[in-house]
Nanobody, 117 residues
């Protein structure tokens, strides 16, 4: 089993930046992919970015391309989501999700990001 802990959320002004962290513990050697999702009030949870553990292959949603960067530090079992040029519509709870070699998934508890002046 893998446990996840997100951090780094907060209140930021439009145009500002934040970096979210997702630290994994437990059976981390089984993780093959890490995703960042977000869920805004009244909306469905949506995939923002993904990164593979081996090779570091990344994928971004259209809304994240050019503004967000996902990266990983395998030695510290941490995945980051750097967010730049934040907009009000980026306001959401951001969740980290991992998939392991058995195609089991685990979610973190989420971290709130609020973009407002």
């Amino acid at each position: 089993q893998v446990q996840l802990m997100e951090s780094g959320g907060g209140l930021v002004q439009p145009g500002g930046s934040l970096t979210l962290s997702c630290v994994a513990s437990g059976s981390t050697w089984r993780i093959v992919q890490t995703d960042w999702f977000r869920q805004a009030p009244g909306k469905q949870r949506e995939l923002v970015a993904s990164i593979s553990t081996t090779g570091g292959v990344t994928m971004y949603s259209d809304s994240a391309k050019g503004r967000f960067t996902i990266s990983r530090d395998n030695g510290n079992n941490t995945v980051y989501l750097q967010m730049f040029s934040l907009k009000a519509e980026d306001t959401a709870v951001y969740y980290c999700k991992v998939t392991d070699t058995y195609i089991r998934t685990a979610w973190g508890q989420g971290t709130q990001v609020t973009v407002s002046s």
